[in-house]
T-cell receptor
């Protein structure tokens, strides 16, 4: 079945550091890929998405490129801020109505 | 913007009580979902509904039921709450097929069963 594997956390960084969270997937067909972010005490917010191979999703300084050859959708940000502290979820939707989520990666950014 | 509203943010219920979690979306989406989120387990799908009065079991439906009488409202019901149902519950709705295929979440309902 469809599944997502993302880098385990927690990840702790200093402000202005570079952030990468790895995400790989297994799916039949051609899935859409997503990154969601969950700030403390809140629900999930869509951060970015990509619907086909080689698409790059971007938002709030975060980027992720849909790599079909490596079945990956790694999240990156060049210079993190304290406000980026959150849990990040990679997810895929493979043509049906469901999302398959990774386990989530907790990121803490220190001033 | 899509708005998914969960009416109860924090609830404390006793074992054996019947619990209703309500969710409303304002974008006329046909597909709606209930997930639960637990540390280390990520999000797990409980039930989803693809139209009014239509529902299907997700990955962990045991101990839960749902109701979808109107398109905008999707309710999760715990018929007899148990302590292992203490969790965060997330409602979501989905854009139509072919239009972004994106799921939007509510802010979550924290349920504690004592």
């Amino acid at each position: 079945g469809d599944s997502v594997t993302q880098m385990e956390g927690p990840v702790t960084l200093s402000e202005e550091a570079f952030l990468t969270i790895n995400c790989t997937y297994t799916a039949t067909g051609y899935p859409s890929l997503f990154w969601y972010v969950q700030y403390p005490g809140e629900g999930l917010q869509l951060l970015l998405k990509a619907t086909k191979a080689d698409d790059k999703g971007s938002n709030k300084g975060f980027e992720a490129t849909y790599r079909k050859e490596t079945t990956s959708f790694h999240l990156e940000k060049g210079s993190v801020q304290v406000s980026d502290s959150a849990v990040y979820f990679c997810a895929l939707s493979a043509g049906d109505y469901k999302l398959s989520f990774g386990a989530g990666t907790t990121v803490t950014v220190r001033a | 913007d899509v708005k998914v509203t969960q009416s109860s943010r924090y609830l404390v219920k006793r074992t054996g009580e019947k619990v209703f979690l309500e969710c409303v979306q304002d974008m006329d989406h046909e597909n709606m979902f209930w997930y639960r989120q637990d540390p280390g387990l990520g999000l797990r799908l409980i039930y989803f509904s693809y139209d009014v009065k239509m529902k299907e079991k997700g990955d962990i439906p045991e101990g839960y039921s749902v109701s979808r009488e109107k398109k905008e409202r999707f309710s999760l019901i715990l018929e007899s709450a148990s302590t292992n149902q203490t969790s965060m519950y997330l409602c979501a709705s989905r854009t139509p097929e072919g239009i972004g295929n994106t799921i939007y979440f509510g802010e979550g309902s924290w349920l504690t069963v004592v």
